[in-house]
């Protein structure tokens, strides 16, 4: 499963930002499916960071940092960065559907979570007063490849 997310397609390849996106999403679709994959890699990478599993995901993600204009000595770095967010995003979303549960319907969720939101304090919640409509309608795939093509616009600007 991590092997399909990494591989290499037979045509004609992106631009490296696509290649980044389809990484990430390939990753955020397989520890939807596999929610243990996260705690899996995490585990390698901490315990074992020469496994086959993250350093294929780090040379995934890695080999395209170049082709955006990333100087070699921020390499490291930004290739971390995503990382980071990938597998973090896609576990948290992973664990969020754990937790509620497959007999939990997500739209009924997030809007007893939103009417929640909507109902704080509004001194001291005017941020999340101000999402709670937001929260309800979202994506979490749109939500989590916002989140890459905000770093990948921060490495851009960079």
Do not use: C
Request: proline content about 5%; charged content about 20%.
């Amino acid at each position: 499963m991590v092997a399909s997310a990494l591989a290499e397609p037979a045509e004609a390849a992106g631009s490296p930002r696509d290649e980044i996106r389809a990484v990430a999403l390939g990753l955020f679709n397989a520890i939807a499916e596999h929610p243990w994959l996260a705690t899996q890699v995490s585990l390698q990478l901490s315990h074992g960071p020469t496994k086959s599993v993250p350093l294929r995901i780090f040379e995934g993600i890695g080999r395209h940092v170049g082709a955006l204009g990333v100087p070699e000595d921020s390499w490291f770095t930004v290739a971390s960065a995503l990382m980071h967010y990938i597998l973090g995003s896609a576990a948290q979303n992973a664990s969020n559907a754990r937790v509620a549960g497959s007999a939990v319907d997500r739209a009924e969720f997030l809007d007893t979570v939103s009417a929640a939101w909507e109902e704080l304090d509004p001194d001291d919640y005017p941020f999340t007063r101000a999402v709670a409509r937001q929260a309800r309608e979202h994506d979490d795939r749109e939500q989590f490849l916002t989140g890459i093509d905000l770093i990948l616009a921060g490495i851009h600007a960079r």
